[in-house]
Structures are given as structure tokens and as C-alpha cells.
Nanobody, 125 residues
């Protein structure tokens, strides 16, 4: 059973930084190596929005609002400790919300997708 668990959220002042982590369990490293991992942000009362992706090719994509401020990285050097991090800097009050990790893996024509339960980030003075 693949499980994703986010951590690292909390209260931070505007301009501050946080590092979120998404721990992946129940998946062999070989399968993770062929997976894309997304970070979504959900503001209060709004839909989830895709903000960053770490691709299986070890590239990263960002939505315009977080480019230059957020960095996504993955660590699959150890099968028993696979994770994807989202380093967030220069945080703004409008970054407040719940951040979710989402893993996608496509095998031929079938896509397997998994969600974490999210971690709350509050940016406020």
C-alpha cells in the first residue's frame, strides 16, 4: 500500500521559509524512479492548485506564482527512505493554505495516483 505523508508545515512570518517533506512508503525505489510527484496548494475555500512538479527525469516545473521562491527536490537514494521536499522561501500571506503531495506513475495506459493528507502552512505576522 503506497502512502504519502506530508510534514513540515506550521506558522511562519511573511518573508520567512519553510521546508515541507513528503515521505513515500510502500513503493520500491525502482517504481518511484519512474514517478512524477506534484505539490498542490489549497487556499481556504478554494480548489487545489498545482504549484510544483518533480518529474521522473529529475526536472522541476513550477507555476508562475512560486517560481524563484519554491524549490522541489527528491531523494530516492535509499529505498527505505524515499521523500520529496518543497523548500519555500520569501513566503507571503497569500501562500497560506494546505499543501498536498501527489504521486503519479503511468504504466502503459494506466496511471496510478496517490495523495497525502496535507500539511497546513500559515503565513502571518
Amino acid at each position: 500500500q503506497v502512502q504519502l505523508v506530508e510534514s513540515g508545515g506550521g506558522l511562519v512570518q511573511p518573508g520567512g521559509s519553510l521546508r515541507l517533506s513528503c515521505a513515500v512508503s510502500g513503493m520500491h525505489g525502482i517504481l518511484f524512479a519512474t514517478s512524477d510527484v506534484d505539490w498542490y496548494w489549497q487556499a481556504p475555500g478554494k480548489d487545489r492548485v498545482l504549484i510544483a512538479t518533480s518529474t521522473f527525469e529529475h526536472t522541476a516545473n513550477y507555476t508562475e506564482s512560486v517560481k524563484g521562491r519554491f524549490t522541489v527536490s527528491r531523494d530516492d537514494s535509499n529505498d527505505s527512505k524515499i521523500s520529496v521536499a518543497l523548500q519555500m522561501t520569501r513566503l507571503r500571506p497569500e501562500d497560506t493554505g494546505v499543501y498536498y503531495c501527489h504521486l503519479r506513475r503511468t504504466l502503459i495506459t494506466t496511471t496510478y495516483a496517490y495523495w497525502g493528507k496535507g500539511t497546513q502552512v500559515t503565513v502571518s505576522s
